[in-house]
């Protein structure tokens, strides 16, 4: 037995040998054929190709081109030589497929030219259109043109910190994309005051990331997270319940991360006016109750449905002026008053979420200033929505909770076996192209 492991030892160097003769042999066969003056270097290493765009850059003479400031395509083409009648030719074969006129300053232009040619002729020219996607304009013999795309690589990452400062700073420290910051205070924009972190205060989180040509395109979503604040610490994880539902957020115990109802219906607005049985309204000069809270905000500032729900009204009346009024569920209805503008489809019947824009501040009807008047409705009464204890929207129901405990284990393994200074890490989990 040993003798004949020797043997085949032998005859395995022998076979390499062979072939290492050949392939040898056969790369200076290419070299005289391509070139005869390159016969004495037949022998050193050919670089490793370059593929790009499904084609080997090697082949070519590669020229950048970032396009400038009010450059025309016309410009770059004749730049690199092409003539004049080719570039109306491309341009025609391009309608449809590629506007001349969406060429953005500070994108990259690759210009191939034939290595032979004396003057340089752009022979194919890519247009980087943005970073997953560029259009290919074949200038030789036969014009022709295409956009590319290029293969996107999903990972997923850890990352984790603990803050000092501010949380961007934390992030910028740790090497992690800011996007995460807006995505962190989405997620627990009902259970964190992000305005009120502390120094201390900690995450560690698991997201998508996705990489294009090894650059990063763009976060997704965020897989699951912990974040320590003042101490409490406060779990969320993605789920989607079937593919027909947008994911959603919920604490480790399946509970939805979203309340039922936003704090208010315009963002950076001051209360003018609180919900009260008694108040001398400012037009009519008379004591009436005032049965709505009045936000004071800017002519033309949105106007978010603060739950989701169905549009009930969407119309003027004298008093109200323009308003809206949504019914939420059997239980909770809101209505907001005295908008400039209703929003772009926005009428009965029509299905919105919380925080979409239903319209605008203004002051139509009975309105001294700039104003939405919110009112909010409890089993057919009015009631001050300030004082009401909403609870967590939807728990997930009985038949959903096996399958999110099951998704979410891992994650939850992972965020516990993170430490809270780790740096960050990834593991590549598909490659997709979008
Ligand atoms: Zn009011």
Redesign the pocket.
Known sequence: MTRYKYLLAAIALFVIAIATYLFRGHHSFIHECDDMHSKANADTVQPEPIVKYGMTLNDFEVMNHVVKSGELFSDILSKYNVATGTIHSIAATAKGIFSFTKIKAGQTCTVLCEKTDSQLVAKKLIYEESKVSYVVFNLDDSLYIYRGKYAVERKTQTAAGIIQSSLYETLEQNNISPVLAIKMAEIFAWTIDFYKLQKGDKFKVIYDEDFAENESIGIGEVKGIVFSHGGKEHHAYYFEKDPAHVGEYYDENGNSMRKQFLKSPVKFSRIS?KFSMRRFHPVTNKWKA?L?T?YAAPHGTPILATADGVVEEAQYKSNNGNYVKIKHNGQYKTQY?HMSKIGTGIRKGARVKQGDVIGYVGSTGLATGPHV?YRFWKDGQQVDPLKQKLSYSDPLPANYKTAFLKQVAPYKTMLNETNWDATPNSTTVAQATL
């Open positions: 006016s005032h709505g009045d008053l008047c």
